[in-house]
């Protein structure tokens, strides 16, 4: 299974949650992929699929199919120090 971590590059307002989540997976050495969901309308749609949300908006978190959560769950992951148990590594 990969990370994927869905994104939007036009979303000014999600810059920083998204910086946020890169920067973690970065600092950790976690293998994972960018999708702009701006790029590719069905990569957009695409995640909202496999969040079973219509309305979700990124960043989306996913392992594979698995869906792992947004960046709330993320934060909350990382404050509970269950960050691989949240991305189902």
Known sequence: MDVAVY?????????KNQERIIS????KKIAFKQVDIT???????????????PTALPPQIFNGDAYCGDIDAFNE???????????KL
């Open 39 to 53: 790029q590719n309308s069905e990569d957009k749609t695409l995640m909202r699929k496999k969040a079973n949300n």
């Open 24 to 27: 973690v997976l970065t600092s």
């Open 7 to 15: 994104y939007s590059s036009y979303q000014q307002g999600m810059k």
């Open 77 to 87: 992951a990382i404050e509970n120090e269950e960050l691989e148990k949240f991305l």
